[in-house]
């Protein structure tokens, strides 16, 4: 089945503990992005990638790092630095920048 | 002035109804524009997408696109309780090297049976 894979679904954090979230895609898209969503709110933009090696800050990449060094992945890592990353965080593909993006299952971490 | 902007909600909508849902966007040379729905809890997913100014219909579904004005919106007809959800409107934002998927912060969405 062609499609995005976050995992996990569900991530329990402590303070001061860097965190790394999944993204796997086997669409062959180019184009990956992370989203941070918080209750009630909308989409942000955390990082963007739209070709192997290369990758954009976002709104708001402060404390978030990320690579792409196959096409078919995306890892964020929630580092330290982030001082409130308990949120939804959304993973999505598209096959070119200015075509539709697709989105994952999502992940949910919480920080305890 | 933000990126992408969206009508205030929540909207509520009596069952049967037209529910209308507005969008503007700060970048004139902006050319595809997206229309997700979003249950609670779930992840989004996209319902319409549209490229050329006037209306694309898809079944209850109409986008209408209007780039001068740098307006889309999205028309639910004959509105169901499964229609209830939050609607995000995303627009790619040219920048030198790509394009930069923006979204505006949703509008929650109520049909009432």
């Known amino acids: 089945d062609g499609g995005i894979t976050q995992s996990p679904k569900y991530l329990f954090r402590k303070e001061g503990q860097n965190v790394t979230l999944s993204c796997e895609q086997n669409l062959n898209h180019d184009a990956m992005y992370w989203y941070r969503q918080d209750p009630g709110q909308g989409l942000r933009l955390i990082y963007y990638?739209?070709?192997?090696?290369?990758?954009q800050k976002g709104d708001i990449a402060e404390g978030y790092s990320v690579s792409r060094e196959k096409k078919e992945s995306f890892p964020l890592t929630v580092t330290s630095a982030q001082k409130n990353p308990t949120a939804f965080y959304l993973c999505?593909?598209?096959?070119?920048?200015?075509?539709?993006?697709?989105f994952g299952q999502g992940t949910r971490l919480t920080v305890v | 002035q933000k990126e992408v902007e969206q009508n205030s909600g929540p909207l509520s909508v009596p069952e049967g109804a037209i529910a209308s849902l507005n969008c503007t966007y700060s970048d004139r040379v902006s050319q595809s524009f997206f229309w997700y729905r979003q249950y609670s809890g779930k992840s989004p997913e996209l319902i319409m997408s549209i490229y050329s100014n006037g209306d694309k219909e898809d079944g209850r579904f109409t986008a209408q696109l209007n780039k001068a004005s740098q307006y889309v919106s999205l028309l639910i007809r004959d509105s169901q309780p499964s229609d209830s959800a939050t609607y995000l409107c995303?627009?790619?934002?040219?920048?030198?090297?790509?394009?930069?998927?923006?979204f505006g912060a949703g509008t929650t969405v109520t049909v009432r049976a």
């Open positions: 999505a593909s598209s096959p070119a920048g200015f075509t539709e993006a697709f």
């Open positions: 995303a627009v790619p934002l040219p920048r030198s090297n790509d394009y930069k998927l923006s």
């Open positions: 990638s739209q070709i192997v090696n290369d990758f």
